[in-house]
């Protein structure tokens, strides 16, 4: 009896507390499942910014919510983080290899993201979609087929894959781009897989990219922090922005970097 007492307290108090607030949890919906973080500190009624992130090749929303400085982050600028899992640990972006045997994944984020707005006060200016290599990849692939959905991205070590698209449905968006100019898995030029699949260029992605979003072909302003080189295309015709960050190393994501990206997400909503 006196250990019931002493336990019952603290239950008591768990029940006031919001449920998982700063701890990973996963949902379903039809599709597949997700994994999602609410802020720590999160007050448990203000709009909250989403960050979709897609995971590299092999891993799944759980290995997103695995990194540490990614969760830091979310907990200390209070973002929402939703990792969708890929079917059999891939993405079925443009030009993936087998993508016809795949899940529609445009379908797949689509129903997330209406189940995140369902269960989170989700800011409308404040949706943005990340991921790193193939879930590069897949970012650039929701910036060209479904970029109304969001209103910045924010791909690392990961753009189109051969054949480029020719055009985007979505039109012109706000894009930050990544990449380690060393970087041997994901080079900057490309590379064949097995001779039948082609990762892209990514500087002919970035030169899509501008004339997609009415960009002059020279930058109008330059940046260097560190080993991370910047260059960014403002006052586009279609109103929208373009960055293309280079760094000398491999295939990561530098540090720091998701910060600088998500900083400058919350610059495009007005926020900071």
Request: net charge neutral.
């Amino acid at each position: 009896m006196s250990r019931l007492i002493l336990f019952l307290p603290l239950a008591l108090l768990l029940l006031t507390v919001p449920a998982r607030v700063g701890a990973a949890e996963r949902h379903a919906v039809e599709a597949g499942t997700y994994m999602a973080h609410v802020p720590a500190g999160w007050d448990g009624a203000s709009a909250l910014p989403l960050l979709m992130f897609f995971h590299g090749f092999g891993q799944s929303g759980g290995a997103v919510m695995g990194n540490t400085d990614l969760m830091a982050l979310a907990d200390d600028q209070g973002v929402l983080v939703i990792a969708p899992d890929g079917e059999e640990k891939r993405w079925a972006h443009q030009g993936a290899p087998m993508r016809e045997r795949l899940r529609d994944d445009d379908a797949f984020v689509r129903a997330i993201l209406a189940d995140a707005k369902r269960r989170w006060p989700v800011d409308p200016r404040r949706i943005w979609a990340s991921g790193f290599s193939i879930g590069g990849s897949m970012t650039w692939h929701q910036a060209c087929f479904q970029g109304a959905l969001f209103t910045a991205f924010l791909p690392t070590a990961g753009a189109f894959w051969r054949p480029h698209p020719e055009a985007c449905p979505s039109g012109p968006v706000n894009l930050m781009h990544v990449h380690g100019t060393g970087d041997t898995v994901v080079p900057m030029q490309g590379r064949p897989i097995r001779e039948v699949y082609h990762q892209g260029d990514v500087l002919k992605g970035i030169d899509f990219w501008r004339d997609q979003n009415g960009c002059p072909a020279e930058p109008s302003a330059v940046t260097k922090a560190g080993d991370l080189r910047c260059e960014i295309w403002r006052g586009c015709g279609s109103g929208k922005e373009l960055q293309l960050c280079l760094h000398p190393g491999g295939h990561v994501i530098p540090q720091g970097y998701m910060a600088k990206a998500v900083n400058w997400a919350e610059g495009l909503a007005g926020v900071r």
